[in-house]
């Protein structure tokens, strides 16, 4: 206990004198050391970027270049699965690369990027908004015990979300839509709590299920290999091994 407390003690004194040393010893300016690496690396890359995919503007030409990467990495994938062609890692590579090219290269910046990008746009807001009801709703779930508390975490989660909503409504204009499904959400989650709960024990019941089938199998398995050293070491007849074995085998069927 001791050794631990001196070991905190020396890191918490470490990281306190470390900014102070590294003032004096390292004044070096890291930030426009990296700055200047990143706009060398992109003074690289562009020209090969804007040879392969044609040029654009500001965030389409960055969106032209992430979508032909994702396209290369799918295409390399999925054109390495097939026979034959697949084997050559040359071939592959050619094929997803022209592919990717021509697919990305010649894409209206004003109409079709700016489709392609919605779906992603869409994805991540909705992942983001969901997130944290999703913590929420399985930390009740699994954490707090009975239906009246899960019942009152509810009622106090709800009251919070109106009161943020009431103060930023204003501030968030048309998407408030994100404060009323909320609610929604919160609402439809505390009518109907027991049935939701419900379903998850049923989901930690199935997965007790599943391992103890699994634990059975291995049981069978074990005898059937006993069995078989049995016969051999001519402790049970052939017409005994086979008897026993058909039993198993209609017993590990139905599991």
Do not use: C
Request: aromatic share 16%; no cysteine; hydrophobic share 55%.
């Amino acid at each position: 206990m001791n050794k631990k407390r001196g070991l905190a003690l020396g890191l918490i004194i470490i990281l306190s004198v470390l900014p102070l040393v590294s003032a004096q010893i390292l004044p070096y300016d890291w930030g426009s050391t990296f700055r200047q690496a990143i706009e060398n690396v992109e003074d690289i890359l562009t020209p090969i970027f804007e040879a392969l995919l044609g040029t654009g503007s500001g965030e389409y030409f960055f969106a032209k270049v992430l979508l032909f990467l994702l396209l290369f990495f799918v295409i390399f994938t999925v054109v390495g699965k097939i026979p034959n062609l697949g084997d050559n890692a040359a071939v592959v590579f050619i094929i997803a690369t022209v592919v990717s090219i021509l697919s990305i290269r010649y894409l209206p910046e004003d109409t079709f990027i700016l489709a392609l990008m919605l779906p992603y746009s869409t994805m991540g807001m909705a992942i983001a908004v969901f997130l944290p009801f999703l913590i929420y709703f399985f930390f009740v779930h699994t954490s707090v015990p009975g239906t009246f508390g899960r019942r009152i975490a509810w009622i106090v989660f709800g009251i919070v979300f109106l009161f943020l909503w009431i103060v930023r409504g204003a501030e968030l204009g048309s998407a408030n839509w994100v404060y009323a499904a909320g609610v929604g959400a919160v609402f439809i989650s505390f009518l109907f709590d027991s049935s939701v709960h419900r379903y998850f024990q049923y989901a930690g019941l199935s997965r007790a299920v599943s391992k103890e089938k699994e634990r059975i199998r291995r049981d069978i398995k074990r005898e059937m290999f006993q069995l078989a050293e049995d016969w051999k070491r001519g402790i049970i007849s052939k017409s005994e091994y086979n008897s026993a074995v058909k039993d198993l085998k209609r017993k590990y069927k139905s599991l």
